[in-house]
């Protein structure tokens, strides 16, 4: 119940294109949805998050999609740049903590 | 401000030894998290700790605790260490501890031979 399933493990993508990464859970507790981005050396850095009571938020090229019903999200990363190639993990968590529950990562690579 | 900060960098023991890897989170922070990466088993919780008391520990042995400082610095510590520990360990910050952004450190990097 405490896992969050990631796919799909690696996505090749050319210049331009849409890349989409989902995620999936069990635990109906959760309540809040971050998506991190990896770069190689680097810690996890924030790129965006959501919570259940919209079903879709959007900053810049990336947006995510939730599924409250299919206990279900995603990460639509639009017009995709060789500069988003990195690991991409969704995580989820319950009210009144920090404990992340992250996905498996995503490796993402964006071709010019 | 200063991101948050993790030494030492790069690690390296043998089996049976001990560890100690330090964190200074953020100015102002209060809330700290480790996590260890591994390839196999990915990004995993190991604690959490808000003015200085342990509010949620992972699925990990006793060989592994922590505590977190006054100042909000925080430590964890690996005893009796095993070749399955080699990982990268994790610190991350945030301000209240409650679903917020948190800022993560560069992390530790620990081989055990």
């Known amino acids: 119940q405490q896992q969050v399933k990631q796919s799909p493990q690696s996505l090749i993508v050319q210049k331009g294109g849409i890349s989409i990464i989902n995620c999936a859970y069990e635990n109906t507790a959760f309540d809040y949805f971050p998506w991190y981005q990896q770069f190689p050396g680097k810690g996890p850095a924030l790129l965006i998050a959501i919570r259940p009571d919209v079903s879709e938020k959007k900053e810049g090229r990336f947006t995510i999609s939730f599924n409250k019903s299919a206990k279900q999200f995603s990460l639509h990363i639009m017009d995709s740049q060789p500069g988003d190639s990195a690991t991409y993990f969704c995580?989820?968590?319950?009210?009144?903590?920090?404990?992340?529950?992250f996905g498996t990562g995503t490796r993402l690579q964006v071709f010019p | 401000k200063a991101g948050v900060t993790q030494t030492p960098r790069y690690l390296i023991k043998t089996r049976g030894q001990q560890v100690t890897l330090s964190c200074s989170p953020i100015s102002g922070h209060r809330s700290v998290s480790w996590y260890q990466q591994t390839p196999g088993q990915g990004l995993q919780f190991l604690f959490e700790?808000?003015?200085?008391?342990?509010?949620n520990k992972g699925n990990f042995p006793g060989r592994f605790s922590g505590r977190q400082f006054s100042n909000s610095r925080s430590e964890m510590n690996v005893s009796t260490l095993e070749l399955g520990d080699s990982a990268l360990y994790l610190c991350?910050?945030?301000?209240?501890?409650?679903?917020?952004?948190?800022?993560f450190g560069p992390g530790t990097r620990l081989l055990v031979l």
């Open positions: 700790y808000f003015s200085e008391t342990q509010r």
């Open positions: 995580a989820a968590s319950r009210a009144g903590t920090d404990k992340l529950i």
């Open positions: 991350a910050s945030s301000f209240k501890g409650r679903q917020e952004t948190q800022y």
